[in-house]
């Protein structure tokens, strides 16, 4: 299968399956010397797994994220970094009445008609559980950029299109029902230095929204003012630049950050919107692997929300884009060699 790895020199590679023995990323490029153990992921894989609340699943998985090459004496050596999250609540068995029928808004027949082939439990490579491998490896890429001073605050911002803070009864009536419902996050990248990305085909906003776009439930995607500006004068829209401090800036910040596929310096402004969770146990009607119509109800645990889980997947997506990006520009510049190497 092709289209596991990410990123040019901040790379990664992730594996695995949502019911197979467990799940895993390597991690190429990081540089040597940066403190690392395997209690700082901790937090990262809290953040996206089950707690057992109204807006997740009921599968418990510790998440608990091995270290299996890359440091020595808990500092990370410029080899390698494998990670490995073992799968240990597997419920292989709630998914045998559906291993020859293709779930609406699900990948199954997508994955079924390229491959022929298809891992029906959870939905195989095709899961969400995937993601905990690019959390584990964002854990990595983040420690980086906050020592660079980058920070990240992402957050819900709605349910079923009401504020997050008001959407408790709307997530109670949708469950009740056996239904779902659609979420926004909202993440907000403070730090980030002007003058990262490239202008063509590698601009740093076409970078972040192949990112997001990858994450599999995403489907839209806003950057600052996003679709809003279809609507606005340029008198409107413009960010004029003003000098704060001996630095020039955008004074607003409608373009979010990034003007030309290159930042600006101001925070960037993801507004990321997700589909409603596609495993709903109303009857829906499809089609079976021979061909003939029936009728499905997916039962099992299945999160009733996508966005509050997948909020730090967001976060995680964006942070390997914007190492990567920012380690892709040392080399914008002659001089940035020569002095490295003057040294």
Known sequence: MAGSEFGTIFHISTWGESHGKGLGVVIDGCPAGLPLVEEDFTSYMERRRPNGGKLSTKRKEPDAVEILSGTFEGVTTGTPISLLIRNTDQHSQDY??????????????????????????????????????????????????????????????????????????????????????????????????????????????AALAGAIFSIGAVRSLDIGDGHKVSSMHGSENNDSFVVRGGKVIPETNHAGGILGGISTGAPIELHVYFKPTPSISLPQKTVNRAGEEVEISIHGRHDPVIGPRAAVVVESMASLVILDQMMKNMTARLSSLQEFYRK
């Not at 609406?104 to 439990?121: E, L």
């Not at 003058?195 to 740093?204: E, Q, Y």
Request: glycine share 12%.
């Open 96 to 205: 045998t009445a559906i291993a020859d029928i293709f779930r609406p808004a699900h990948a199954d027949f997508g994955f079924q008609t390229k491959y022929g082939v298809r891992d029906y439990r959870g939905g195989g490579r095709s899961s969400a559980r995937e993601t905990a491998a690019r959390v584990a490896a964002a854990a990595v890429s983040t420690k980086i950029l906050h020592s660079m001073g980058i920070t990240f605050e992402t957050r819900v911002t709605a349910i079923g299109g009401v504020p997050f803070e008001d959407s408790e009864a709307v997530v109670d009536e949708s469950r009740s029902r056996g239904d779902s419902l659609g979420s926004e996050v909202h993440c907000t990248v403070r730090g980030v230095p002007a003058g990262i990305g490239d202008p063509v085909f590698d601009k740093l906003d």
